[in-house]
C-alpha cells in the first residue's frame, strides 16, 4: 500500500492530524523501534465508517511524536475508495462491504 501511495503521491491527500485525535494506544509498540522512526514521514489514516478515520500505518510515528511534544503528524488520509482495494483477504473485505452497505439509505 505505501509503495503504491508513494508513486501515486499525487492521488492522495496529504493532511495533518492532531495527535490528541488519534491516541489510541498499541500494546504491541517496539519500544526500542520508537527512538529511529522518522515522523517527518507521513503515516496512513483509512475512512472506515462515513467520515471516521482511523490510522493504519505510523503508530511509533504517532508515538514518537506525542512523547516529543508535538501536537500534529502529516498523513496520507485515504478515503474508502482509496483504501478498499487493498482489502484482499475475504474474512477482512466482506464485514467491512456489509458495513459500508449497511450506511447507504434505502429511498
Known sequence: MLQHIQSNANEFELAEIEIKDFQEV?????????????????????EISP????????????EKAKRIANDKILTYKLNVDQHI??????????????????KISMN
Open 51 to 62: 467520515g471516521g478515520y482511523n490510522l493504519i500505518d505510523g503508530h511509533h510515528r504517532l
Open 26 to 46: 498499541s500494546s504491541s509498540l517496539n519500544e526500542s523501534h520508537i527512538d529511529s522512526v522518522d515522523i517527518s514521514q507521513p503515516a496512513i489514516i483509512a
Open 85 to 102: 482495494v487493498f482489502l484482499t483477504d475475504r474474512d477482512a473485505c466482506v464485514p467491512y462491504v456489509n458495513y459500508w452497505n449497511s
